[in-house]
C-alpha cells in the first residue's frame, strides 16, 4: 500500500473543530487504502506562551529544561488527534518524539539523526494511523530535545524518509507556493511545481511556506513534497527534483521573495589585508550569528577599507556587542548600524543559464531609483539589499517585470 506523512501545522490543529477537520482528511486517505502517519504542531499561538513561561521561570533557563516545556504543545496535539479519530471509527494511536526520534546537537536546536522506523512500520501494517508530535525527538543523553522553531517540518520529512514513504504532505494555512506574497502582490500566481533547489532558496529569502531545512532533508533524501490547504480541497504544489511535463516551459523566474529580517552593520577604516573579513564574520560564527551579505571594498592607495554584510534584525544587538568585544583585533574606525533594510530576490532556475536576468531585475529596480545597498547570487538566485521602505514596491514591479502577474486575478 502507498505510504504517506500528512504533517499539519500549528493553524490547522487550532482548536478542537480544526482537529476535526484534519481527522476527517486523515481517515479519508486511511480508508482509501494508504498507510498513514501524520505529524502534528502545537495549536496556534501554544508554543509562544509556554516559552513565555520559561521566560517567567527563569531569565537563563537550562536548555534541557525549557526543551521539556515547549516540547509539550505538540504532545497535546497528538493525544487530542489520536482521540478524535478513534472517535470517528479509525484506528490511531500516538507517539512520543522520544521513542522514535534521534536527535543530536543543541539543546533547542537539535538535530535528527535517526528515526526509529522498525517501530512505525509494526504499527502500519496493522492498520493503524502513527500520530507523531512534530519539532521533537531524544538526545544522546536521553532527554527530551527540541529542533527549533518550525521544526514540525523537519520532524516530517525526517519521518518520511526513515519510514520510506511515498511522499509528504505538508498542509498548511495557504493552498500552495506563489510566486510572490499575494498580500504584497494581489496577482501572485500559484506555480503548480517548484525544484527543491527553488524552494531552498524561496525559503532561506523570506518565503515562509516551508522551513528551511525541510526543504534541505527533502532534497537530500529525494522526497517528493506537496504544499497543501489544511481548510480547502485544492490542488496544492509539488516540490521535486526537476520540473516536468508543461512546467518544463515555464517562466524562468519562479518567483519573487522578500525578507524584511535584515539589518546592515559597515565596518569603516578596517585594514586592507588578508584576514580581516576572517577576524571579524568568524566570532560572529561562534556565536551562532548568520551573516548573510557581505561587501568588502578596499581604497585605493590607502591600504584601508570597508566591510559591510547584514545579520538577521534580531541578532544586531548581540552582533554588535560581538564586534565591539574584538575591536582592538579587527581594527576599524567606526561601525554603522541600519536596521531598516531589506532583500528582495529573484528565484528560478532559468538564472543558471542566462545572466541578462540579473540585468534586468537591476534595471527594473533602477527605473524606479530603488537603490541597491548590496547585493548576493547563487546558480539561481539574486538578491539585493534596499531600503525597507521601498520593499512593497521592488516586489511589485519585479513581479510585473518578470511576466509574473495573473492576469485572471484581482487587480
Known sequence: ???????????????????????????????????????????????????????????????????????????????????????????????????????????????????????????????????????QGVSEDGRVATLGRGGSDTSAVAIAAGVKADRCDIYTDVDGVYTTDPRIVPKASKLNQVTFDEMLELAGVGAKVLQVRSVGLAMRENMPLRVLSAFED????????????????????????????????????????????????????????????????????????????????????????????????IGYSDLVQDPSVAKVSIVGVGIRSNPALAAKMFETLAERRINLLAVSTSEIKVSALIAEDELELAVRVLHTAFGLDDQSAAA
Open 1 to 135: 500500500m502507498p505510504r504517506i506523512v500528512m504533517k499539519f501545522g500549528g493553524t490547522s490543529m487550532a482548536g478542537i473543530e480544526r482537529i476535526r477537520n484534519v481527522a476527517s482528511r486523515v481517515r479519508r486517505e486511511a480508508e482509501a487504502g494508504n498507510e498513514v502517519l501524520v505529524v502534528v504542531s502545537a495549536m496556534a499561538g501554544e508554543t509562544d506562551r509556554l516559552v513565555q513561561l520559561c521566560r517567567e521561570a527563569s531569565a537563563l533557563s537550562d536548555p534541557k529544561e525549557y526543551d521539556v516545556v515547549v516540547a509539550s504543545g505538540e504532545q497535546v496535539t497528538a493525544g487530542l488527534l489520536a482521540m478524535t479519530l478513534q472517535n470517528m471509527g479509525a484506528k490511531a494511536r500516538s507517539f512520543m518524539g522520544w521513542q522514535l526520534v534521534r536527535a543530536s546537537g543543541v539543546h533547542g536546536n537539535a538535530r535528527v539523526e535517526a528515526i526509529e522506523s522498525a517501530t512505525l512500520d509494526e504499527a502500519l501494517k496493522g492498520g493503524t494511523v502513527a500520530v507523531i508530535p512534530g519539532f
Open 234 to 329: 485544492k490542488p496544492g504544489t509539488d516540490i521535486v527534483a526537476e520540473l516536468s511535463g508543461s512546467e518544463m516551459e515555464r517562466n524562468l523566474i519562479a518567483g519573487i521573495a522578500a525578507d524584511r529580517n535584515e539589518a546592515r552593520i559597515t565596518l569603516t577604516g578596517i585594514a586592507d589585508t588578508p584576514g580581516t573579513v576572517a577576524a571579524t564574520i568568524t566570532p560572529l560564527a561562534e556565536a551562532g550569528i548568520q551573516v548573510d551579505m557581505i561587501v568588502h571594498a578596499a581604497t585605493p592607495n590607502t591600504g584601508s577599507s570597508d566591510l559591510t554584510f547584514t545579520v538577521p534584525r534580531a541578532s544586531l544587538a548581540q552582533a554588535i556587542s560581538v564586534i565591539e568585544q574584538g575591536k582592538s583585533v
